[in-house]
């Protein structure tokens, strides 16, 4: 029986489907990344299969699986929205007007080593489109409370000013000269 | 003659006890009788599924200093082979190119002046973060249904699928296409601070 089901799949006729594997975009940006958290979410899955027999339930079997996710979440500056109306240059002194930080999600990936699966011996394990299906929950419920958004946003102003300071000092700008400020200010309110 | 006497040695029928097969058949009779009654199948197989999502965790807040010029969107196949079957799965993900700023000490950018030209020099072009794959867009194309990939394939299948878009994405023309942009950049922002003489911006390779 094994022999059959194994002569079965292993077609030498058959031939493999040729998928393209060069697919990309690209697209010019200017995005100056300045603060960065990583998030932690576990999705968990389990499946118990019960027989009803005349009102009665048994469990015959049952499989669970808990899946750890690794969200990268960045702050940026886009310096696609900065043109030369956001600089006001006076004799001595340079005002600097930035737009506010965005936030996006740049990748959200598996920690398979961490990844827990309890299967009763005679229930399928879980298969590879069964995870792919639940990682669509990875981005479930994904909100954090204002103070967390507002630290966020807060370290990637400091960090965008301390880049700018640092890029107009180094061509020849005085330090105390230059004022750097945001369309909506998270660190004075 | 002789069939006569066959018959006539024929053993009297005697009482013999139900097999296994007359008590299933039975059990089967009363079930479906009170199933009958009840209205309802007399064995049902439900799969009764909980999907759970824990509450977000914010492990940590780190400093970036990271100029992003490119952004590429990839997807990308990657195949591994079982025992008795291979399985196929297709990635998506950004890789974003840029310079890290923090790279050369803290003399990231470099400005030289001369008489005529202001040389700007910046750190090499990198991919900025090695995490770029977003798994919820991950496809499975082909999996046997015989064969079942442990933690470990699933991981191999993975990794080798980033090599992949790095090595097809991070290649000399787009490193090139990122440093003009990065030209552009860096140019238009020293201009708006004032500058107007003639500048010239190089990559450190």
Redesign the interface.
């Given at each position: 029986m094994i022999l059959l089901?194994?002569t079965r799949?292993?077609n030498p006729n058959k031939q493999s489907?040729q998928?393209s594997?060069?697919?990309?975009?690209?697209?010019?940006?200017?995005?100056?990344?300045?603060?960065?958290?990583?998030?932690?979410?576990?999705?968990?899955?389990?499946?118990?299969?019960?027989?009803?027999?005349?009102?009665n339930q048994y469990n015959?079997g049952e499989k669970s699986i808990l899946l750890p996710?690794?969200i990268?979440v960045?702050a940026?500056i886009d310096?696609n929205k900065?043109?030369?109306d956001?600089?006001q240059?006076y004799t001595n002194q340079?005002e600097?007007n930035l737009p506010s930080p965005e936030i996006e999600?740049?990748?959200?990936?598996?920690d398979?080593?961490n990844?827990k699966?309890n299967v009763s011996w005679y229930r399928?394990?879980?298969?590879?489109?069964e995870?792919?299906s639940?990682?669509?929950?990875?981005?479930?419920?994904?909100?954090?409370s204002d103070n967390?958004t507002f630290?966020?946003m807060q370290?990637a102003e400091i960090?965008a000013k301390r880049?700018i300071t640092?890029?107009?000092t180094?061509?020849?700008?005085n330090e105390d000269n230059i004022e750097i400020i945001f369309d909506k200010n998270y660190i004075l309110n | 003659m002789e069939n006569s006497e066959q018959q006539n040695t024929v053993p009297a029928p005697q009482f013999r006890p139900p097999g296994c097969g007359v008590l299933l058949l039975l059990i089967v009779v009363v079930l479906l009788t009170i199933s009958y009654f009840k209205c309802e199948a007399p064995v049902k197989i439900e799969n009764q599924e909980i999907v759970d999502v824990s509450p977000t965790v914010i492990k940590q807040l780190q400093i970036r200093k990271e100029w992003c010029f490119r952004e590429i969107a990839m997807e990308e196949t990657s195949e591994i082979k079982g025992i008795t079957g291979s399985l196929l799965k297709r990635y998506y993900g950004v890789m974003r190119l840029g310079v890290k700023l923090d790279s050369i000490n803290e003399n990231y950018v470099q400005f030289y002046k001369n008489e005529q030209v202001l040389t700007i020099q910046l750190p090499k072009i990198e991919v900025l973060d090695d995490n770029f794959i977003d798994e919820t867009k991950t496809e499975t194309l082909v999996e046997n249904a015989w064969t079942k990939f442990n933690n470990e394939e699933l991981k191999r299948c993975f990794n080798q699928a980033k090599r992949k878009m790095i090595e097809n994405n991070f290649t000399t023309k787009n490193i090139e296409l990122a440093e003009d942009q990065g030209k552009t950049e860096i140019k238009r922002l020293v201009k708006s601070s004032g500058y107007s003489g003639k500048i010239e911006v190089e990559f450190i390779k």
């Open positions: 089901v194994t799949c292993q489907v998928y594997d060069i697919i990309a975009v690209t697209q010019r940006v200017s995005k100056l990344y300045t603060a960065e958290v990583i998030v932690s979410k576990e999705v968990f899955m389990s499946s118990e299969l019960v027989a009803k027999i005349i009102g015959i996710y690794k990268k960045k940026y310096f900065v043109g030369k956001n600089f240059v340079i600097v999600i740049t990748s959200i990936e598996l398979f080593d990844i699966r399928k394990d879980f298969s590879s489109k995870i792919d639940l990682s669509k929950y990875a981005l479930k419920g994904l909100q954090w967390e630290s966020l370290e960090n880049t640092k890029i107009l180094d061509k020849g700008w | -």
